[in-house]
């Protein structure tokens, strides 16, 4: 792991790697910018940058672009570091040149040279420049000078003025003097080089006839082509060159052509890291989506007629119904036969009636009401003047345990019993403070009480007593607090306190409750009855159908007390409208069709099915066994909507 970088620094460093990149493949890639930037971030090594590279390029590539990463990250931070020592050495040296321009104006004045506020002329600039490299000969004839005065002494004064400098100095100082002077020296010449070929001084013109005159430098030439007796291209030493041919073509196609492989690459490496799975099977080919082109298609002839003639049909259709609806409605059929309809059907068991009917069987003497004589074979003996009453079976609801009448008491007796018991309790602690098995209590001490209890102790030292005394309290509040901290019941025990108080027993007999609802499409309506049946631990089922949803829920006595108030009240069903058979708007309603027991459940979790016919309404009902809850429900919905009409 190398230090990451700063954010300033990734910034500065992201345009030179955008560029590298696009430089190595030859467009732009947006994710090996991004996962080379997360590397410097993250202070990642060229191993593992390589790694994190290599999971969208080759390998080979990877290696070579990370070590192009980290070369410019190198490049970049010794530039910081170069910029910043630039930065301390052009401080001095405007501060040196200062000192030089106070010291060379009279100079500048016996040259002829003038300095104005104003523009300055090419004459003044030649001047300035000729200064300049005059300045420049001369620092380098003296680096020259130090340079051999540190290599080899010339004379005995020399070698012992080098010891004593060498005595007084550390061994480095005259080496970076040296350097210094070098960075110095190289700054001044990269200044003027730049004012060169920014074209400031470009409509100076060279004169070679005058003195100290400073001529443009030579601009960049192409190299000359040389060609041998045999029409081959050679260098000045002679030897062969062989020439790059460039195919002039579109930069467009070449990044074109350059994307495509990058594409390619990549898809052949997932094909590779499957075949490399343990899962993968070599039978199955991996396709590459490829998208067929779309075909003009044409619509054929007569298409948009045979459309316009149903719509047509349709419409007339429509109408016939209207019409044949509102006779009905007037002759009041309509009701009649969708309750015919709604009405299960019952199909009739013919059965083999027998000779003797088994209520009959008891005062008979044979299995024959008559004999052969015609007269009646009834015993006797068995008919009496009593009267036998069945045995009354218990209610399934009922419990097997037998049931006692609790005693209440009166808020007197209540009181009087609460005396006793506290009384008592007292009365055992006294008796174990006398049997010595309990030390006797402190007395209890309190603000109010303070003089009467300790009395002259009071007195004597009343901030020490008051002090005891505020301790003791706070004793007692602590030991109260804690009481109550241990009988507080935890996050769980709460939860499964409520929910023991929300289950009910259901063994014995489900309540159930039917309801139907005229319209059930808005989804915070459909949500509450959904939560709340689950957070009551109630089962049941909606069948959602046109002007008929119904609602079925079963459980306890309290739980359906709590869904009947949400669904009668705390619901505002009034809220949504539904368009009625006449076609006025009507405020949607929700009715209690039916409540009552039931021996067992017949539905599971609370579930919505949508269903699209009456039939299909019916057989959700019917698969659970209580299709009667759909027959009272529809047919109170189809008497309903005949009333509104």
């Known amino acids: 792991m190398t230090a990451s970088l700063s954010r300033k620094e990734v910034d500065e460093i992201k345009p030179y790697i955008d560029k590298t990149i696009e430089k190595f493949l030859g467009f732009t890639e947006p994710s090996l910018v991004l996962t ?41 931070r010794t530039g910081l570091q170069a910029r910043k020592r630039h930065h301390d050495s052009d401080i001095e040296i405007t501060k040196k040149a200062k000192i030089s321009n106070s010291n060379n104006t009279a100079g ?41 005065n540190d290599a080899v002494p010339t004379t005995k004064t020399e070698t012992s003025a080098n010891k004593s400098n060498k005595n007084l100095l550390p061994p480095s100082a005259s080496v970076q003097r040296t350097e210094e002077k070098a960075k110095k020296i190289a700054q001044l010449q990269a200044q003027i080089q730049s004012k060169l070929s920014s074209g400031v001084l470009g409509s100076v013109t060279s004169r070679s006839s005058a003195p100290g005159v400073i001529t443009a430098a030579p601009t960049d030439k192409p190299t000359p082509l040389i060609l041998d007796s045999q029409g081959r291209t050679v260098d000045i030493t002679g030897k062969e060159i062989q020439l790059t041919h460039v195919v002039p073509t579109l930069k467009a196609n070449i990044r074109a052509k350059k994307r495509e492989e990058f594409r390619q690459q990549l898809q052949e490496r997932t094909v590779e890291d499957i075949s490399d799975s343990h899962f993968f099977d070599p039978r199955i080919g991996a396709k590459p989506s490829i998208r067929n082109k779309r075909a ?68 008979l ?10 007269n009646l074979c009834i015993k006797e003996s068995a008919i009496t003047h009593l009267v036998e009453h069945p045995i009354q079976a218990k209610s399934p609801a009922d419990s097997m345990k037998p049931t006692y009448m609790p005693v209440f008491l009166t808020k007197k007796e209540r009181k009087k019993l609460r005396r006793q018991n506290r009384r008592e309790a007292w009365k055992e602690e006294q008796e174990k403070i006398r049997l010595g098995l309990e030390p006797p209590p402190e007395p209890k001490l309190r603000i109010s009480n303070l003089m009467r209890v300790l009395g002259t102790e009071a007195v004597q030292d009343p901030t020490k007593i008051e002090a005891h ?27 499964e306190k409520k929910m023991r108080k929300l289950q009910e027993d ?40 046109k002007d008929c949803n119904v609602i079925v829920v079963e459980g306890g006595i309290k739980q359906q007390k709590k869904f009947k108030r949400l669904m009668i009240h705390r619901i505002k069903w009034e809220e949504d409208t539904i368009k009625a058979a006449s076609g006025k708007e009507e ?42 809850y759909w027959d009272l429900a529809y047919s109170t919905s189809v008497l309903e909507n005949q009333d509104d009409k």
Not at 50 to 72: H, M, W, Y
Not at 316 to 324: D, F
Not at 469 to 495: G, I
Request: glycine residues 4%.
């Open 296 to 363: 003009l298609r044409f619509h054929e002839p007569g298409k948009f007629q045979q459309l316009a003639d149903r719509m047509r049909m349709k419409a007339q259709l429509e109408k016939l119904q209207s019409e044949i609806s509102q006779i009905a409605r007037k002759t009041g059929i309509t009701s009649a036969t969708k309750l015919a309809l709604i009405a299960p059907k019952v199909e009739t068991q013919v059965d083999e009636i027998p000779e003797v009917e088994w209520w009959d069987s008891v005062i």
């Open 36 to 76: 080379a930037m997360n590397c410097l971030m993250s202070g990642y090594d060229r191993k593992k940058t390589t790694e994190k590279l290599s999971s969208l390029l080759d390998s080979s590539k990877a290696s070579r672009l990370a070590e192009k990463v980290f070369e410019i990250v190198e490049d970049v």
């Open 108 to 148: 500048n004045v016996n040259s002829g040279v003038t300095i104005s506020s104003g523009p300055l002329s090419a004459n003044q600039i030649k001047d300035m420049m000729a200064n300049a490299q005059k300045m420049i000969e001369e620092r380098k004839k003296a680096l020259n000078a130090l340079k051999t």
């Open 469 to 495: 005394v505020r301790a003791q309290m706070a004793k007692r509040k602590k030991a109260h607090e804690e009481a109550n901290a241990s009988r507080k019941l935890t996050d769980e025990q709460r939860r």
């Open 365 to 374: 003497e044979n299995d024959e009401y008559f004999n052969a004589d015609g």
């Open 587 to 628: 405020p949607n309603k929700c009715d209690l069709v039916w409540e009552g027991t039931a021996q067992n459940r017949s539905f599971g979790e609370m579930k919505f099915k949508v269903c699209a016919t009456e039939k299909l309404a019916r057989e959700q009902f019917r698969k659970h066994g209580v299709e009667q």
């Open 506 to 545: 259901t063994t014995l007999g489900v309540h159930v409750a039917v309801y139907r609802v005229r319209e059930l499409t808005s989804a915070s309506k459909k949500f509450k009855v959904e939560t709340n049946a689950k957070q009551l631990f109630m089962t049941g089922g909606v069948v959602m159908f």
